[in-house]
């Protein structure tokens, strides 16, 4: 005859196994694979009226030229900064727009500053990033549009685009979780000015890729480092740009979409570089 310790045991046992089984049955049902074999999650709420054919987990946005119009103020500062080297250096041809879209656009600083630098065939020293703004190395350089940026933010401060609140506010209401991926170090600052932060516990910018040693764009790592904080499958969430790089960054993950918003990189440019999607307003991306 069995003891009761025996009888325990074996209770226990079955008990054990069947709390494992249902346990499997729960997370089979609540994970999948897409038709691109990315792990996703069955009870995503996102619905994108351009991409019907599943729901999608979270959102991770750039930030400059998605949330809010800062990338104008970027290129305003960028503009002012090269130009006023160039000219000081009789640098030719002259800074212009299309300058920031090809070397500049959503990069880390000082990557943008080496980049159009060796546009030119200018090499300069890297310096530290504590060089005084206007020092003439890499960090002087990329720490005078920093101050230039700050300035104007300051002075003018800064609203985010309507369409973009309204897809914020629809994601809130349905339970998405969302985070900002920036290569901006100063993302925490424009957020706040822009009276939306508190939408976003997650915000992977310059500061944080710096500090953690994260490659920043075009590598996909400081996405996928934000859908890792978030606690959802790369294959869940929509990487939203609007910048080449970005963009880039998105379509070299495994996320389940990349999304442009055109403001003024070019769609045909945006699908080019890997956007599944295109849009010119993020109001776009609610259903």
Not at 26 to 49: F, S, Y
Not at 164 to 169: E, N, R
């Amino acid at each position: 005859m069995d003891s009761p310790h025996s009888r325990v045991t074996s209770i226990g046992s079955a008990v054990g196994a069947n709390l494992v089984r249902v346990a499997g049955t729960l997370l089979a049902t609540r994970l999948a694979k897409d038709e691109g074999g990315r792990v996703t999650t069955t009870d995503n709420a996102w619905v994108i009226p351009q991409a019907t054919e599943r729901r999608y987990g979270a959102a991770l946005f750039d930030l400059d030229g998605v949330l809010t119009p800062t990338a104008e103020v970027h290129m305003r500062a960028w503009n002012r900064m090269f130009s006023d080297y160039f000219e000081a250096h009789h640098v030719s041809p002259a800074y212009t727009d299309d300058d920031y879209f090809a070397y500049v656009d959503g990069k880390p600083r000082y990557d943008g500053v080496r980049a159009c630098l060796a546009s030119r065939g200018i090499t300069l020293p890297e310096g530290d990033p504590t060089d005084a703004a206007g020092t003439e190395t890499v960090c002087g350089l990329g720490n005078a549009k920093n101050d230039m940026f700050a300035k104007v933010l300051r002075d003018e401060g800064i609203a985010p685009y309507a369409g973009s609140v309204a897809l914020i506010d629809h994601l809130k209401e349905a339970g998405v979780p969302m985070a900002v991926v920036s290569s901006s170090r100063n993302a925490p600052e424009v957020l706040a000015a822009a009276g939306i932060d508190h939408h976003f516990e997650i915000v992977v910018d310059g500061a944080v890729a710096a500090r953690d040693r994260i490659p920043g764009k075009p590598a996909p790592d400081t996405y996928q480092h934000a859908a890792q904080l978030l606690g959802v499958p790369e294959g869940d969430a929509v990487v939203v740009e609007d910048a080449i790089s970005g963009v880039q960054a998105g379509a070299a993950g495994d996320f389940g979409l990349v999304v442009g918003v055109d403001r003024g990189a070019g769609a045909d440019a945006l699908r080019a570089q890997g956007a599944d999607v295109v849009v010119a307003d993020l109001a776009e991306l609610i259903a």
